[in-house]
């Protein structure tokens, strides 16, 4: 038998991930440093910004820089850099959902890369269950004036400790919990189908992918239900790690371009585009019909297995993984078009061109499992572009 030879690969986990009851407990480990804590003004009106702070007892000074928002820009950096200088820290907690986390760490990438400051721990403690930030080397930034967003890939934005507490994300409200969950299933499934996909990210992102479509529905119906809240939170975690070594894919590249113009939240940007991204790297015509199978859409087919669904042959497997991607976005009133995002014809019109441009540089698109033209970006655009 001939023997096949495969390029050589390397897969690590840094970051170590806490979870269960207990699990912030370990913030009373770091003593002797000086914190900050990274988040925003709801988290410290709740009081959970002062839980964290509590159980940082042994270090000698805990500060809060609570100016955090949605898609962090570059000058929200900049002010956070500077807070953290004054506060001469060397241990930063991220608390919050992926814009905290993503601000932690562009601020402590920012610190290192000037000559600032460079021994720095990162703490990232999700309030959400989605980006997976905090165990990827990942984080977006952006530039509001332009209207772009940038995505950041570094060894240095490795969180060294994930805190996953499912008791701090029963308060997401249910449009939240579908956001961030679809956020998780793309993660997952760009990671599935990405060029660089192995057996480590496939183990990954497989289980992700079966915790995601199972605990998604529950979670969105019923905050309360711990046990959904858990296995969602375990699963942004997984699909982070898978992301993390394969990367993701054309569905992030474009969506990136519709947080940055027309500021709809990253997870229901990619839960619009994913069905029509699946059709595209499945090689389905516009309308859905059965064409030439593709790696990817193998890959699909077996994905719709391993969550229930059935098909007679590898097309009616993707075509029933599509329909289902359908109906957990009517289901969690998720809008299906750029109309129902709020989003006019002629605002649209007017970056189309520079969205796309922008969606085929973007670093996520490098690794999707078809190669991406112009004309293809366009045509699944096109699938949301219906007033």
């Known amino acids: 038998m001939e023997r096949r030879f495969f390029p050589m690969q390397t897969f690590y986990v840094k970051t170590k991930v806490c979870s269960g009851d207990g699990a912030m407990d370990i913030l009373g480990n770091f003593a002797s440093r000086n914190a900050v804590i990274f988040t925003d003004a709801f988290m410290v009106k709740s009081g959970v910004a002062a839980r964290v702070a509590d159980k940082l007892s042994n270090c000698a000074d805990v500060r809060i820089f609570d100016e955090i928002k949605p898609d962090p820009p570059i000058e929200l950096v900049a002010n956070g850099l500077q807070f953290l200088l004054d506060a001469n820290a060397d241990l930063v907690v991220a608390l919050g959902g992926g814009s905290s986390i993503d601000a932690a760490k562009a601020t402590i990438l920012m610190a290192k890369r000037s000559g600032a400051k460079d021994n720095i721990s990162l703490i990232a403690i999700p309030t959400t269950s989605g980006t997976g930030s905090e165990v990827t080397s990942f984080a977006v930034i952006t530039d509001r004036e332009k209207g772009v967003k940038y995505p950041l890939v570094d060894e240095a934005l490795l969180p060294d400790y994930a805190i996953m507490d499912p008791s701090l994300v ?218």
């Open 170 to 387: 029963v308060s997401a409200p249910p449009r939240i919990t579908a956001d961030t969950g679809f956020d998780v299933i793309t993660h997952a499934l760009e990671a599935y189908v990405s060029v660089g996909a192995n057996d480590y990210s496939d183990a990954l992102a497989e289980k992700a992918l079966e915790l995601a479509f199972q605990y998604l529905p529950k979670a969105y119906a019923n905050g309360q239900d711990l046990e959904a809240r858990e296995k969602m939170h375990t699963a942004s975690c997984l699909a982070g790690m898978a992301f993390n070594a394969v990367s993701l894919g054309i569905n992030h590249g474009i969506a990136h371009q519709l947080g940055a113009r027309f500021h709809i939240p990253h997870g229901r940007a990619n839960a619009m585009l994913l069905p029509h991204v699946v059709r595209f790297n499945a090689n389905l015509d516009a309308n859905f019909g059965a064409k030439q199978e593709t790696t990817a859409s193998l890959r699909y087919a077996h994905i719709a297995r391993r969550i229930g669904l059935s098909g007679d042959d590898t097309n009616a497997l993707v075509l029933a993984l599509i329909r289902h991607m359908f109906y957990m976005l009517k289901m969690t009133e998720t809008p299906a078009t750029l109309k129902d995002a709020g989003v006019t014809k002629e605002a649209y019109e007017s970056v189309k061109a520079a969205m796309i441009d922008a969606a085929l540089k973007d670093a996520c698109t490098a690794t999707n499992p078809r190669p991406v033209t112009h004309d293809d970006v366009a045509a699944i655009l096109a699938g949301l572009a219906k007033w």
